[in-house]
């Protein structure tokens, strides 16, 4: 995860906390940038006047990204500029601009205004009318999104929902208001194939639903190619399903199905017909000896599945609330 920044969150955490923070994570996106600061620092200060900052994320942008963050860190107040070393993917931009955060409450939100940063102000009375820690944006509508990427996300959603035991809210997006308490725990999550909405989901509490319309870019192109969403999909199962390990012990066991079926046949033909000789034996100790790798690597793929999650170091529960009495 990049060595010591992400680990070393109090070294991006230096300014005095403030209220509400938004991050964004932004890759080449600099024609956005300053329409992105102006709302952002309006809807902020409509909810919270002075005590609010707005962290910016550059991830590794080629495009002058840096310079438009740059130049606006000096001409206006409550910026913070992060710029990562190189291109990391947003879910690792993401995690950089959420140790760098001080808000009591965060609003994670993309660079394209694709999600309105005016939704901050109704997404705090949410929270505060539910008393929950995370409020989630869940899309109702998708402008300027193909027909393809629409279908896909939600097989994907159900798909993740019936493999993983967490409750992975379907059409999700990373456009989230989270307490203090959730950012810092997310940010301390060590894993390095990161996929957020599940991380977020993972840490539990209480997370509600904000319907909202998802606008169009308001500039530049999607960063996200179907080879890349491929990509995260494939993240999102392996760190929060074990489904793909279980392949193996799924196809064992079909082959003892196949194995029985074969024998029972083979008998069949041997005792009432004519068959070429070495046919049972060949067919059978083929489905035998496949049988036995797949056995193998079924028990080495629940190994490699327990040192797996293992290495994620996930904490193993969280505490919500600690009561003590008085004389404590
Ligand atoms: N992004 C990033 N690093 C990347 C890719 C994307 O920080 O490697 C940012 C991007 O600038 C934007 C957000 O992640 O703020 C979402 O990306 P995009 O809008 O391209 O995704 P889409 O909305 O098309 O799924
Ligand atoms: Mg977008």
Partial sequence: MGGNVINNGSRLRQSRPKSVSIVVPCYDEKDGIPELIRRCQKSASDVAGDDHEIVL???????????????????????????????????????????????????????????????????????????????????????????????????????????????????????????????????????????????????????????????????????????KLIRLAIDAFLAFSPILLRLSPASAALLVVAIVAVSVYSLYCWLYLEVVPGWSSLMISFLVVSFLELASLSIISEYIGRIYFGTKNRPLFIVDEIKRSAEL
């Fill in 57 to 227: 994320v550059d991830d590794g942008s080629a495009d002058g990204t840096w310079q438009a963050i740059s130049l606006e860190v000096e001409r206006r107040r409550n910026i913070v500029g992060i710029r990562l070393s190189r291109n990391f993917g947003k879910e690792v931009a993401l995690t950089a601009g959420l140790s760098a955060a001080t808000g009591e409450l965060v609003l994670v939100i993309d660079a394209d205004l694709q999600d309105a940063p005016e939704l901050l102000s109704p997404m705090v009375e949410v929270m505060k009318r539910e008393g929950a820690d995370v409020v989630y944006g869940q899309r109702r509508t998708r402008a300027g999104e193909s027909w393809f990427k629409t279908k896909s996300a939600n097989i994907f959603y159900l798909l993740l929902k019936h493999a993983s035991s967490l409750s992975i809210p379907a059409d999700s997006a990373d456009f989230k208001l989270m307490t203090s308490r959730v950012v810092k725990l997310i940010a301390q999550m060590p894993e390095r194939d990161r996929f957020i909405r599940g991380m977020v989901a993972s840490v539990g509490f209480k997370q509600v639903a904000f319907l909202y319309d998802r606008d169009q870019r308001i500039s530049g192109q999607t960063k996200y190619p179907v080879s």
